[in-house]
C-alpha cells in the first residue's frame, strides 16, 4: 500500500513537465498548428529558465522567491520565441508544418545544450548551478497540518508549486475552450479556419497568438525538468523524449485539456514505476522502454477505434491559404 | 458604410503568387538566405565575445584543413548521405519517417550480433553478412509504423519516434550482456569488433563512401526511371489520385518503408563495422534526425544531398574543432544547422510568391 501511495505521489511530479508539454501543445492544435517542436522549445525553456534562475540570483539579489519567478518568465519567454519562429515560418511564410516543427526541435535541442554548456563555462565552479535557497523554491510544499494528514496529506499536499499551476492551468484551460467565447473562436479556427475567417474572426491572430502561448506553456514544462528533475543543474539532453512523449499525450488526451492530467500522472508513473515495483530478473532497460511502448500500443488503439468526436481538429497540420478559400 | 470602404487603402504590402520563377533567381533567393543564416550565426558568436570570421575560418580549417580533416569529414558524411537518401523515399510520400535513429540501430544491432557471434567465418561473408542482416533489420523495423498506417492509419510521426527509444534502451541493456562485453573489462560497453567485422578503407576511409556515391545513383535511377518511383511520386501527390489509378497504396507505403529503413539500417552496419568498430548508445547519434535536414535541404533529389550532407557534415567536424580552439561548445553544429534550414524553409515562400509593395503598381504594369 505504501508503495502504490508513493509510486503515485512520484507519478504526479515526474508527470507534471509531460502535463505542461500537453497542454501547451493542446493550445497550439486547437488554433490548427502541429507544432512537432516540443522537444525544442522544452530545451529552450528548460536552459533559459536556468538562465533566468541564475541571473535573478546574481542581479535581483540572492537566492528565492526572485529566482524561481525569474526562472518561470524567461522559461514562458523562451518557449514562446521558439513557437514564434514557428508561427512566422509556418503562417506567414507558409511552410511545411511537419519540418518545421522538426526543425524547431533540432534547432531547441542545439540551443540547450549549446547554451547549458556555455553557462558552465561562464560559472565559478564550471557546471551550472542555481544556489541552494533557489532549489529549496522548488522543493514540495509543506502545509502544516494538511500535509500530515495519512495518505491524502502525501497524494494531495505534497507536491513543489509548478505541479498546483499546471493543474490549475490544465482546469483553466478546459473552461476556456468549453465556455469562454475566444476559446470557442479558437476551436472554429483550427476545425474550419475558411469558415471562421468569413465569421469576422482574424484567423491569423489567433493562430499565432495560441501557438505562442502554446510554446511558452511548453517552455515551463523544459524548465520544470531542468529546475525539479534535475534539481537545477544543467545536464547534457536533459529533456531527453519527454517533448515527443507530450506530442502523443495530446492524442491520449483526446484535446482535452481535464484529461491531461490524468495521462500526465499515467505516464509519469510509467517512467518511474521502475522504482516502486521491481521485478526481479527484468532488466532495467526494458522498464525505461515501457513508456514508449505504451505509446505505441494507445497509439495504435486510438487508431483502430477513430471516432469523430474525440480527434484532432480538422484543420490540424494543414496551413490556411485564404485565396485558396 | 461606403465612406469607410473608400478610406480603407491598399494594404502596404501584398503576395501574388508566381506562376513560374527563372532557376537562376530560386538560386540566388536560397544564397541570400543561407548567407542570412551564416550571418546570424555570426552576430550569436559575436555576442559570445568571438570573432565569427575567426570562428567560421576555424571552422572551415578544422573541416577540410588536413588530410585527416578531410577523411573525418567524409567520414561523417557517408551516414548523413545514406540515412537522408533513406528518408528521402518516405518524405516523398509523405511519410513522416522520423525513427531513421532507431532504424540505424536496428541495424547495428543486427550486423553486431554477427559481428559477435560469427566472427570465425572468412572476413568476406561475415561482412556480407552482416550488411545484409543489417539491411533487412532496419527494413523490417520501419516497416512495422509503416503497416499499421496503412491499415489503419496510426500516427506515424510519434510511431516511428517512438520506435527510437526502444532501439536506443536495447543497445544499453546489450552493453550489459557479459556475453557481448570484453570479458578483461568491467564497464558496461560492448567489446570492439576482431579485424574480420571490420570494413577496409580506400583513401583512408573505409570504402562506406563507394557504397554511398553507388547508392546516390541507384536512388536517383530508382525515383526517376522505375515504375516503384513513379509510384512513390503519385502516392506523395495524392493518395486518392494513386488509389483511383488502381495502385496499391498500401503495398507502396510498406514496400517504400521497407527501402526507406533498410537504408538507415546500412547506415548502422556501416557505423559499428566501418566507422567505430563497435556498438554503443551514440552509434546512430543524432544522425536520424540531422538526416531529416538533409532530405529537405536537398530537395529529395540524391545528387543535391551529397553537397547537402557534405556542408552539414563540415558544420559538425568544424564545430568539434571550435570546441578546441575557442571552447565554443560541439552543439553549435545542431544550432547552425536549425538556423539554416528554418531561413531555407522561409526563403521558400519568397521562391513561391512575389510580395507587391503599396505604389509600386505603376512598375508592375510597367514591367
Known amino acids: ?325 | 458604410m461606403s465612406k469607410e470602404i473608400r478610406e480603407h487603402q491598399e494594404p502596404f504590402v501584398r503576395m501574388v503568387k508566381r506562376a513560374s520563377i527563372e532557376p537562376k533567381k530560386a538560386w540566388l533567393i536560397r544564397g541570400i538566405a543561407l548567407l542570412g543564416a551564416i550571418i546570424t550565426g555570426g552576430l550569436l558568436i559575436l555576442t559570445l565575445g568571438h570573432n565569427p570570421f575567426e570562428v567560421y575560418a576555424s571552422m572551415v580549417q578544422g573541416a577540410f584543413g588536413k588530410k585527416i580533416a578531410i577523411q573525418e569529414t567524409v567520414k561523417l558524411t557517408i551516414p548523413l548521405l545514406i540515412t537522408g537518401i533513406g528518408i528521402s523515399l518516405a518524405f516523398k510520400m509523405r511519410f513522416w519517417n522520423i525513427g531513421a535513429e532507431g532504424q540505424i540501430l536496428a541495424g547495428a544491432i543486427a550486423a553486431s550480433s554477427i559481428a559477435i557471434y560469427f566472427d570465425h567465418l572468412p572476413h568476406a561473408i561475415v561482412l556480407i553478412l552482416m550488411g545484409l542482416a543489417a539491411f533487412i533489420a532496419g527494413g523490417i523495423y520501419g516497416m512495422i509504423p509503416a503497416f499499421f498506417k496503412a491499415k489503419w492509419n496510426t500516427n506515424e510521426t510519434l510511431f516511428t519516434l517512438m520506435m527510437n527509444y526502444i532501439a536506443l534502451q536495447f543497445v544499453i541493456f546489450l552493453e550489459h550482456q557479459a556475453s557481448w562485453q570484453d570479458s578483461r573489462s568491467t564497464f558496461p560497453k560492448v567489446r570492439m569488433f576482431t579485424d574480420t567485422a571490420r570494413l577496409p578503407k580506400v583513401f583512408g576511409v573505409h570504402i562506406g563512401w563507394i557504397i554511398a556515391l553507388i547508392i546516390v545513383v541507384a536512388a536517383f535511377i530508382y525515383l526517376t526511371k522505375t515504375k516503384h518511383g513513379y509510384e512513390i511520386s503519385v502516392v506523395g501527390e495524392s493518395a486518392n489520385t494513386a488509389r483511383y489509378a488502381g495502385m496499391n497504396v498500401r503495398r507502396i507505403l510498406v514496400r517504400t518503408m521497407f527501402l526507406s529503413a533498410a537504408l538507415a539500417g546500412l547506415v548502422g552496419f556501416l557505423q559499428v563495422s566501418g566507422s567505430d568498430g563497435t556498438l554503443t548508445e551514440t552509434t546512430a547519434g543524432g544522425v536520424g534526425f540531422t538526416a531529416i535536414t538533409v532530405a529537405w535541404l536537398g530537395h529529395m533529389n540524391p545528387f543535391a544531398m551529397v553537397v547537402v550532407s557534405l556542408f552539414i557534415a563540415m558544420l559538425e567536424r568544424g564545430s568539434n574543432s571550435i570546441q578546441t580552439s575557442h571552447n565554443i561548445p560541439a552543439s553549435a553544429a545542431d544550432l547552425l544547422t536549425g538556423l539554416i534550414l528554418f531561413f531555407m524553409l522561409g526563403c521558400e515562400f519568397f521562391i513561391n510568391y512575389k510580395l507587391i509593395f503599396r505604389g509600386s503598381r505603376k512598375e508592375e504594369a510597367n514591367g
Not at chain 1, 8 to 26: D, K, M, Q, R
Not at chain 1, 125 to 154: C, E, N, R, Y
Not at chain 1, 281 to 305: C, E, H, K, N, W
Open chain 1, 1 to 325: 500500500m505504501d508503495n502504490i501511495i508513493n509510486l503515485l505521489n512520484a507519478a504526479v511530479a515526474a508527470g507534471t513537465p509531460l502535463l505542461l508539454g500537453t497542454l501547451g501543445e493542446i493550445l497550439t492544435e486547437k488554433s490548427g498548428n502541429l507544432n512537432l517542436g516540443v522537444e525544442g522549445m522544452m530545451f529552450m525553456g528548460a536552459v533559459s529558465g536556468l538562465a533566468g534562475g541564475l541571473a535573478a540570483e546574481q542581479w535581483l539579489g540572492g537566492a528565492g522567491v526572485m529566482a524561481a519567478v525569474g526562472a518561470l518568465l524567461i522559461s514562458f519567454l523562451a518557449g514562446a520565441l521558439g513557437a514564434l519562429i514557428y508561427s512566422f515560418l509556418t503562417i506567414t511564410l507558409r511552410a511545411n508544418q511537419n519540418v518545421t516543427g522538426l526543425t524547431l526541435t533540432i534547432f531547441g535541442t542545439g540551443f540547450g545544450n549549446f547554451f547549458g554548456e556555455i553557462l558552465g563555462q561562464r560559472s565559478a565552479t564550471g557546471f551550472a548551478q542555481v544556489t541552494q535557497g533557489t532549489q529549496a523554491m522548488f522543493q514540495p510544499i509543506h502545509f502544516g497540518a494538511l500535509s500530515d494528514i495519512p495518505i491524502l496529506g502525501k497524494l494531495l499536499f505534497s507536491y513543489n508549486w509548478i505541479v498546483y499551476f499546471s493543474v490549475a492551468l490544465a482546469i483553466l484551460m478546459a473552461w476556456f475552450f468549453k465556455k469562454s467565447r475566444t476559446g470557442l473562436n479558437l476551436r472554429a479556427v483550427g476545425e474550419d479556419p475558411a469558415t471562421a475567417d468569413a465569421a469576422g474572426i482574424n484567423v491569423t491572430r489567433y493562430k499565432y497568438l495560441a501557438t505562442i502561448v502554446g510554446g511558452g506553456i511548453c517552455g515551463i514544462g523544459g524548465m520544470y525538468m531542468c529546475m525539479v528533475t534535475c534539481n537545477g543543474i544543467w545536464v547534457h539532453g536533459c529533456v531527453s523524449g519527454y517533448g515527443w512523449l507530450a506530442v502523443a499525450l495530446v492524442i491520449f488526451a483526446t484535446w482535452n485539456p481535464a484529461r491531461a492530467i490524468l495521462c500526465g500522472i499515467i505516464f509519469g508513473g510509467l517512467t518511474v514505476l521502475r522504482m516502486y515495483f521491481p521485478i526481479k530478473g527484468l532488466a532495467t532497460q526494458f522498464y525505461d522502454m515501457v513508456p514508449y511502448i505504451v505509446t505505441i500500443v494507445v497509439l495504435v488503439i486510438t487508431s483502430i477505434r477513430q471516432s469523430r468526436e474525440h480527434s484532432q481538429p480538422k484543420s490540424c497540420g494543414n496551413n490556411y491559404f485564404r485565396e485558396e478559400r
